[in-house]
């Protein structure tokens, strides 16, 4: 079984409002055999919930997520070699999705050729080197990403194909800067780098874990009406009135599944009636013994919601701790913007006794 947490890690995806950081302190409250894990998201929390030894049942209704639970979570032995990734720069034939797609506005032309290629040789494999070679290539496409973020990049990408890469240079930031270097060099070193990340998050527990795609409500429904056995239920849903991940991911969602317009419907905890959806939430999950929540709040753009305002909610259904976390909120930190201090923004969990 594998020991080294930061490896481990860094074989998940670093998506917005991921636990990385935070997976295990989160962890630490995880009691019993079993964990559900209802919003897997970038699957840090889950493989950390793997690494202690629990069976994985966990659930997303988002494409991008459920291959990470698939390479990381289900899989328990199959790696990737050094082979896998040189079969992807096999020439394949490809409709060139996302070359006419997403030329210039977020690729590179050469960029979006090599990423039509390597997905097209990656769905030709069977499961599980599959979904560890999508995984792979989902790696890639947030490495070459400022922020992971797909908002940005068009004047860079203008800036390349004019052949003014050294003015870009000159005018980048640091790390700006290095994205662009990532975007123009050959994938292989990255690729393989990212590889041995992946590989890291691969190891048995002994347990059959397993990985859903569906919405939260109607994955817990199927929980109960299977009567299966959870001893410990997580939850990290979106946090309300922030950035919908629908929205920040909608590029690779729909390079994933290769069509444009990809809908998921993960409003439920971004709108206005987002503590009526919890009840909802923590009622359905009622047949599980220990629960462990999540959540933030930011008091000048309200994302979020406080944390009184939640335990009021899970004491509804049974007892419970509120614990404040110490945490940075890195990127965008609205607060530090309005001469606010970093403390007010805050990371909480709500533990059930």
């Not at 979570?73 to 992807?88: F, G, R």
């Amino acid at each position: 079984m594998a020991s080294n947490n930061l490896k481990i890690d860094n074989a998940t995806l670093p998506f917005l409002g991921g636990k990385r950081k935070m997976s295990e302190r989160i962890s630490s409250h995880f009691q019993g055999e079993t964990l559900c894990d209802v919003f897997f998201g970038g699957g840090s929390v889950s493989l950390k919930g793997k690494q202690k030894g629990m069976r994985i049942i966990a659930n997303d209704i988002a494409y991008r997520s459920k291959i990470i639970g698939d390479a990381l979570i289900s899989n328990s032995t199959v790696k990737l070699t050094d082979e896998d990734v040189y079969s992807l720069f096999i020439l394949s034939e490809n409709d060139g999705f996302i070359e006419k797609n997403y030329v210039p506005k977020i690729f590179i032309p050469k960029v979006a050729k090599d990423l039509d290629n390597f997905l097209a040789n990656a769905r030709k494999r069977e499961s599980p080197k599959k979904e560890l070679l999508l995984l792979l290539v989902e790696k890639y496409i947030l490495s070459l990403r400022q922020y992971g973020a797909f908002q940005v990049g068009k004047f860079d990408n203008e800036m390349i194909l004019e052949k003014r890469e050294i003015e870009l240079l000159e005018l980048a930031s640091e790390s700006r800067g290095k994205k662009i270097k990532y975007n123009l060099s050959h994938p292989l070193p990255s690729l393989l780098r990212l590889k041995e990340q992946i590989n890291t998050g691969i190891f048995n527990n002994g347990k059959k874990n397993e990985m859903y795609q569906m919405d939260c409500f109607d994955f817990l429904k199927l929980m109960k009406e299977k009567g299966e056995r959870m001893d410990t239920i997580y939850f990290d849903s979106p946090y309300y009135n922030s950035t919908m991940y629908s929205s920040h991911y909608k590029v690779l969602d729909e390079i994933l599944e290769e069509k444009t317009g990809v809908k998921i419907d993960d409003k439920a905890f971004n709108t206005k009636d987002v503590l009526e959806n919890f009840e909802k939430l923590f009622a359905l999950s009622e047949f599980i013994p220990k629960w462990v929540i999540s959540m933030g709040y930011n008091p000048v753009s309200e994302t979020g919601v406080r944390g009184e305002e939640l335990l009021a909610i899970v004491k509804k259904f049974r007892d419970a701790d509120l614990y404040f976390l110490e945490h940075t909120w890195a990127l965008n930190n609205i607060a530090s913007k309005s001469g606010k201090k970093q403390e007010d923004c805050v990371e909480y969990l709500i533990v059930t006794k």
